[in-house]
C-alpha cells in the first residue's frame, strides 16, 4: 500500500497482502486503530504471510548456502521435492539477502508485529497464506508455520489460527456454504491429525491422512505421491525457459 490509510480507503480495496508499510508507525496508536477498524467494518482481508521474513531473510546465511546444496534432506526433510528451476529462482534470491536487506527487515519485524496484534484487536480478517516461489518457502509447509507464528508471534489462539487459514478465508472468498468447515452438505477436504492443534498448534504437522473431494489418502498413500514427485524429471533438469 502507498499513499495514505485514506487513500487506502477511498480505493475501495478490499484485501491487502504482505500487510502495511512502515509508515504506518508515524501514526499515533489511536490514529491507527481507526483505521483498523474501519478495515474490520468494511471486512478488508489482510494475508500478512509473516513466514517469508522469518524463512527467506532472517535465516542464517549459511543455512541458505547449505540448503542450496543438499539433495538428500538433511538441512530440510522438504528440500528433495523441490524442482530444479525453482533452485535456481533461490539460489538468485540468497544473493539478495544482503546484510543491509536482513537489517532492514530484523528493524521493521517487531513493528509488523505490533501492528498486527492491534488488526487482530480491532478485529480485522486476518487469514493465513505464505506465498509461492520465494526462498526457503516449501509449498504446505509454510503455512503451517505461519499459523505457529500466528500464535506465538501474533497472540492468536490456536482455534483463531486454525479459522484463519479454514473457515475465515471461505467467508470472505464468499464460498463459505461448501468448504471452510466441517458440515453435511460441505465438500469433504479434511486434513486428519494424531495431535489436537486446539492444545498445540504444532500438531497440525502431524498428519495422518487427507480427504481430497471424498477421497481418502492414508499415510503411505501420501508418502507414495511424495516418491513421484521426488522422480519427476523437473527435479534434476531444469526445464522452465528463462
Known amino acids: 500500500m502507498s499513499g495514505s490509510p485514506a487513500t487506502f480507503l477511498e480505493a475501495g480495496q478490499d484485501g491487502a497482502d504482505h500487510g502495511f508499510p512502515l509508515t504506518m508507525d508515524s501514526l499515533a496508536r489511536a490514529e491507527r486503530m481507526t483505521f483498523w ?18 524463512e527467506s531473510v532472517i535465516r542464517p546465511l549459511d543455512y541458505f548456502h547449505a540448503l542450496m546444496s543438499d539433495t538428500t534432506g538433511a ?29 532492514a527487515l530484523e528493524g521493521a519485524w517487531p513493528i509488523w508485529l505490533k501492528h498486527l496484534r492491534e488488526m487482530r484487536e480491532a478485529g480485522v480478517r486476518i ?18 508455520e505461519e499459523l505457529r507464528l500466528f500464535v506465538d508471534s501474533v497472540g492468536m ?12 478465508p471461505a467467508e470472505w472468498l464468499g464460498l463459505a456454504d461448501s468448504v471452510g468447515t466441517i458440515e453435511t452438505g460441505k465438500v469433504a477436504d479434511l ?5 489436537d492443534p486446539l492444545s498445540d498448534i504444532t500438531n497440525t504437522r502431524r498428519i495422518a491422512a487427507v480427504v481430497l473431494r471424498g477421497r481418502l489418502f492414508q499415510r503411505r498413500d501420501l508418502d507414495e505421491l511424495l516418491a513421484s514427485v521426488a522422480a519427476m524429471p523437473d527435479q534434476r533438469v531444469n526445464d522452465w525457459v528463462r
Open 37 to 54: 477498524r474501519a478495515l474490520a467494518t468494511r471486512d478488508v482481508g489482510v494475508v500478512p504471510t509473516l513466514v517469508t521474513i522469518t
Open 191 to 195: 486434513v486428519l491429525l494424531d495431535g
Open 75 to 103: 538441512v530440510h526433510p522438504l528440500r528433495p521435492y523441490i524442482s530444479a528451476f525453482l533452485i535456481l529462482d533461490w539460489r538468485e534470491q540468497v544473493e539478495e539477502v544482503t546484510p543491509e536487506r536482513r537489517t
Open 157 to 168: 489462539t490456536p482455534r483463531e489460527a486454525l479459522a484463519s487459514a479454514t473457515r475465515k
Open 127 to 144: 487469514m493465513a497464506g505464505s506465498d509461492v516461489a520465494v526462498l526457503n518457502i516449501f509449498p504446505g509447509a509454510s503455512l503451517h
